[in-house]
């Protein structure tokens, strides 16, 4: 694995957009972040009230929760960026040469899994860093391991979103169709449906087991989670369907590339 | 032991079927073309022994053993198109072609200087012309300096000293006893390079065997008289010839190079009671008899 994790490694190091895609990602974390800091801030000095509502999201413990539902939004970021490199290989036929060259078809689709996670890994550690960085600078606030499961959450939602684009990707082929199912999935119609399912139907909670939803409800907004996913199930079975939907997502991409033609 | 074995392969396309039940075999040694006009099958072949397409039915064999990833490292694949990463240059492609085939770095080098390609060697593959891509293919497929190589239509995109070049490389791979299989919809391409010949027409092999064999120039005499069924009787006695072909009211038969007398055909026919109304002898070019045979 450490042999195809090279290769994959090679296919990104010199490549400009990926690099590129990152460091926006990163200062996009660190944005969204601080204008939720910033915002809190401003909220509660003008109008003390607001705390009572608002809580101290950007204090330990609920700092770690705070970050990343915030950075939650910026998902799409690192799902576009796997699209491109799968439909990249798609475009450039290179995922035909990797197979020619002497790769097996699952090596190729399990690298690129593989490869999410150590991203995922690296978006989770960065995330930490800044619900730390925010922790320690807002006034009053004590370092705490309290609350660090979210942390896990993080990684666990990050890997979600990435392996449900390149599901996506797997299955459409062209980055543009991709894309733009991506956004119009997760920010129109899964929210639609999860709507059309718990409230007007009546069926909570099986809305919030959507592929994306189902992350989300991990990850609620740090205050008034009470009245928006009010009859949620609990975290574990969301943490255990999310997982559940990473093998699918895995195996129906070694199932699709190992039997049809490339 | 043949190389490579092929048999009853079938491929379709929802209802297109590509490949009909094709078999051959190629022999260790030998530069094998499959020739056929585009869309016979000949990249649909390739594809599926490169476990790129997925045969309907039908199995092959590489090295007497059903193909495997560990089989396809100890080949050199052109297929179709040069496939890089548009965005690395062409040493890092190389250098990802060759962790993949598990070859170590130091055979980029030479591999760029054999298709001349060391000068711009750090420049991205996007910017190179259709004839540098190509090399850049064949560059990849000699990393390593593989037994077997593959080449689908290797001169394509190449000037005509590319061209030259290209051809001088493979017979110079085929003195050095490597076997080549090589797919090709240019005549003339197969009868200067190769040994061995299969030649596909709508997914159908239509013939394999020896290139002098099957390729081998002709001259054709067409005769013709009144009494068609006597002419075509005596003719199948005639020295010298190789077949007899009966085309409408015309007879066309065939010779080696120079060996068609028209004065000896003539009083051959008339000594055995025909009297020709028509003789003429036509020399039979390569593509006339690559038409031939796609055409029957």
Known sequence: MLHLLKIEWLKVK???AFWIFIILYLFAILGINYIGFYINEVAVESM???KVILGTPYAFPKVWQTVGFMSSWLLYFPGILFIMLL???????????NIIDGWTRQQFITVKFVFALLFSLAATVFNFLVALLFGLITTGSHFSFAGMENVIYIFIQTVAYITFAMFLAILFRKSGAAIAVF????LIFEWLITLLVNMKFNLSPIGYFLPLQVTDVMLPIPFGNKVIYKDAPDVWIMVIASLVYIAGYYFFAIKKFTKEDL | MPILTVENLSKSYGRIQALKNVSFSVPEGTVFGILGPNGSGKTTTLGTITDILKPTSGTYKLFGEPSSAESRRKIGTLLETPNFYHYLSGIKNLEIAAEIKQHGKEDIDRVLETVDLTR????????YSLGMKQRLAIASCLLGSPSVLIFDEPTNGLDPVGIAEIRELMKKLYREGKTIIMASHLLDEVEKVCTDVAILKRGELIVSGKVNEILSKEDMVEVAAKDHQKLLEILNNLAEKIRVVDD?????????VGKADLSEINSYCFNNGVALNHLTLKKQSLEARFFELTNN
């Open chain 1, 183 to 186: 956004f119009l999935y997760g």
């Open chain 1, 14 to 16: 010199n490549y400009k």
């Open chain 2, 120 to 127: 711009r060697k750090d420049s991205k593959f996007s910017t």
């Open chain 2, 248 to 256: 409408n009211n015309m007879i066309k038969i065939f010779f080696p």
């Open chain 1, 48 to 50: 003390p009230a607001s």
């Open chain 1, 87 to 97: 439909t990249n290989e798609f475009n450039f036929k290179t995922h035909r040469q």
